[in-house]
């Protein structure tokens, strides 16, 4: 059975989808089965996996309305060695359209349980909102990974998404749990990013990831070339780092 994980944050830019995409690239190095699952119709994810939105056959807009399935939605990914359930901004649209189903935060979770066997994680990039598309999102989830930056405003709206989590789990989904807080963007040079670190620690323990993804060049450029950081420049602090946080991740898995 697969695990399933969540990359949210309702800050915009703080990282998800290089997380996603990273961690769907470097669990894949580690021999695991990996769906990436865009979520967000921005199509951020689909586009740094090498997969052009503008031109999908089927998207998951398709499968949250019932009109198609995963594995005819799904591609591969440009590296080939992750599988893609890719977005568009039709998925927007999705959101209104929901509106009228019956069980609308679950239709996520039911279309990805027909490929549950098929691989040992499926990650999902949630959108820049606590929408019904991330609520989706959250009840199809074992867990959520949320990035963050290390600077002053990255507390504020934490425990809006804490608060989200909480109700998830009392109300629509048990197995939901924060998996870890992951620092991102990491500046060492800054004395901001070292005490909010500290703070995220003295906070959070051990819910907060001991790898820290750097702030590095490499992870921006890569995704235009439609590539993750981790395959377009493997010895960059970045890819490493995502790299050890893959590990971490599996590692982590293994205690839940
Ligand atoms: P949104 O909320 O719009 O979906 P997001 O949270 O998914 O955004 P990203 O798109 O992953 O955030 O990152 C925002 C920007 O920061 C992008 O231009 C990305 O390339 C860049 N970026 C992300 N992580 C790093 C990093 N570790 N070092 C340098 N640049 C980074
Ligand atoms: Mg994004």
Redesign the pocket.
């Known amino acids: 059975m697969a695990k399933i994980f969540c990359v949210a944050?309702q800050?915009?830019?703080?990282?998800?989808?290089?997380?996603?995409?990273n961690l769907a690239a470097g669990l894949a190095q580690l021999n695991q089965r990996v769906l990436l699952v865009d979520l967000?119709p921005?199509g951020?994810?689909t586009m740094g996996a090498g997969i052009n939105k503008a031109e999908l056959q089927s998207s998951i807009y398709e499968v949250m309305l019932g009109l198609a399935d995963v594995p005819t939605a799904r591609v591969q990914s440009e590296t080939g060695r992750f599988d893609v359930l890719p977005a568009n901004r039709e998925l927007a649209g999705a959101e209104v359209e929901m509106v009228e189903l019956d069980n609308r935060e679950r239709r996520l979770k039911e279309a990805l349980n027909a490929v549950n066997d098929q691989y040992d994680f499926m990650l999902i990039?949630c959108?820049?909102a606590l929408s019904m598309l991330t609520l989706n999102g959250l009840c199809a989830a074992h867990g959520v990974i949320i990035?963050m930056q290390c600077e002053y405003y990255a507390l504020e709206g934490l425990s809006d998404l804490v608060n989200t989590i909480k109700k998830v789990h009392a109300k629509l989904n048990t197995d939901l749990k924060i998996i870890g807080l992951l620092r991102?963007?990491?500046d060492p040079r800054m004395t901001l990013s070292q005490q909010v670190s500290s703070q995220l620690e003295e906070h959070f323990g051990d819910k907060v990831f001991k790898t820290i993804?750097?702030?590095?060049?490499r992870?921006?450029?890569?995704?235009s070339y439609g590539m993750p950081g981790i395959n377009f420049d493997p010895s960059s602090k970045?890819a490493q780092?995502y790299l050890a946080f893959g590990a971490e991740m599996v590692e982590r898995i293994r205690t839940l």
């Open positions: 944050n800050k915009g830019g703080v990282g998800k989808t290089t997380t996603a995409v967000d921005q951020n994810a990039d959108p820049p990035p991102v963007m990491f993804i750097p702030r590095n060049v992870l921006a450029e890569a995704p970045g780092a």
